[in-house]
């Protein structure tokens, strides 16, 4: 199968982000005139002609937190089962996957953030914890279950998380007061704010070789074996690889780190990616323990972020790519609700990097969400977005038809794997029975989610 075109996201800078959101009156025509154009952009962009997502760029403090939290979410995930527990609980963090699973794709720790400690935190806060994670060393050495973890190594975890967590929630809620301005009336930021709180997740995306290890490392609690060599570790994240690569796009989930799906909230925020590619010490190869390796941090291999969308207007898949070190905001399909289809969720997956088995990516992402008791009317909602197969491009009806024909398969294996809008939500529905009956369509069981 053909590669995905790639999509370069429309950009926002954090100051005009600011400028469009605070309301101020500008003296000078050029300037509102600026402005103005802009506004338009952004709600092109998150619009039903648009692809649902744009990135946000020079978040002040941003790229240091970043930087700190995103390589603790690998650390944390190859950590043996005590040692993490002991970590995740001294933070104030849970977990939203079965950890104790060694074919998890991803490894997620979670933490409710509270939109009234969001407010309270000034830019001086901010600052000075800034200040304290760039005084301390740059150790980039890992340990697993040797049990010679540093203690420091997470001595900051918590209150990056929330510092970095509280920075991409006021994205979000300056990003909805632009959206309420030009849709009328200030629903989307007034949802947010009566939530309370919003969902933050620190995500590392396993390598093949972190699958590998953590069965080991499962295997090794139940017996006395002895971890499998890194050749043929080597050469079972080479069959896999090959298999997945062979398959394409939509061959099979394997080649697909995260499955087709909506977020169902207000806002999704995503920090840019970072990529991890570990190394052993040959010092350790072949001991009967976690090899002490090195995280070498990467740029992406192909340039893109690995975040693929659905386009229905054009009827194809699109890779996102991003400015390093910004920020990428997507709508969520309460957004898409509650705006009466003036704002379009994005169907989105993330997938592998094809021939980079031991490969890993990192990412914090942050849910807004309504209250769960916001109730949705979907009287004045467009019917036909709620049709993966019905929303069209506007193009000429030749190309149109030859585009749909080409591309039909493509759009069958994505609606295999989606539930419509139209069974997920009734009218009346309120947001936490609206998130159950998603939850439980895409993954069954009660469609509950973690309280953490």
Request: aromatic fraction near 6%; charged fraction near 25%.
């Amino acid at each position: 199968m053909a590669e995905a075109e790639v999509l370069q996201l429309y950009e926002l800078r954090f100051s005009d982000l600011k400028l469009l959101s605070s309301g101020t009156a500008s003296s000078s025509i050029e300037e509102i005139g600026r402005l103005e154009t802009i506004r338009i952009s952004v709600m092109k962009t998150l619009g039903p002609g648009g692809p649902g997502l744009l990135s946000i760029t020079d978040v002040p403090h941003a790229s240091i937190l970043r930087r700190k939290l995103l390589p603790l979410a690998r650390k944390l995930a190859l950590l043996n089962p005590d040692d993490r527990k002991r970590v995740l609980k001294e933070h104030n963090l849970g977990s939203d996957v079965p950890l104790k699973n060694p074919d998890r794709n991803v490894s997620s720790f979670a933490m409710q953030l509270r939109y009234e400690l969001s407010l309270e935190s000034t830019q001086s806060k901010v600052s000075s914890i800034v200040d304290e994670l760039m005084n301390l060393g740059q150790d980039h050495l890992i340990v697993d279950t040797t049990r010679l973890l540093a203690v420091d190594e997470f001595k900051n975890l918590g209150n990056t998380f929330k510092e970095l967590g509280f920075c991409m929630m006021d994205l979000g809620l300056c990003l909805a007061k632009i959206c309420d301005g030009a849709i009328g009336g200030q629903e989307l930021e007034q949802s947010l704010l009566e939530s309370c709180t919003a969902k933050g997740r620190l995500i590392h995306y396993h390598s093949t070789l972190d699958s590998i290890v953590l069965k080991e490392a499962g295997r090794k609690g139940r017996s006395s074996k002895r971890l499998a060599s890194p050749k043929r570790d080597q050469e079972r994240c080479t069959n896999v690889d090959r298999e997945s690569n062979e398959r394409g796009f939509f061959g099979s989930s394997s080649n697909l780190w995260q499955q087709w799906h909506y977020d169902y909230g207000v806002f999704t925020v995503l920090t840019d990616p970072l990529f991890i590619l570990p190394s052993c010490l040959p010092e350790n190869t072949g001991k009967d323990q976690f090899a002490l390796t090195c995280d070498q941090e990467c740029p992406s291999p192909s340039g893109h972020v690995y975040l693929q969308i659905f386009d229905p207007n054009k009827n194809k898949v699109q890779m996102v790519q991003s400015s390093p070190e910004s920020f990428i905001i997507q709508v969520g399909e309460s957004a898409d609700i509650l705006s009466k289809g003036k704002l379009r969720s994005t169907l989105h997956c993330v997938c592998r990097p094809a021939k980079l088995e031991n490969l890993s990516r990192e990412t914090f992402v942050v849910f807004l969400q309504p209250a769960w008791n916001k109730t949705f009317s979907i009287s004045d909602y467009p019917l036909e977005n709620c049709n993966l197969a019905d929303q069209g491009s506007g193009v000429a009806d030749e190309e149109n038809h030859l585009a749909r024909e080409h591309s039909n398969k493509l759009t069958e294996e994505i609606q295999k794997v989606i539930p419509p809008l139209l069974s997920r939500l009734k009218d009346g529905m309120t947001f936490a029975e609206f998130s159950r009956n998603t939850t439980k369509q895409y993954y069954g069981g009660g469609g509950l989610q973690s309280n953490r």
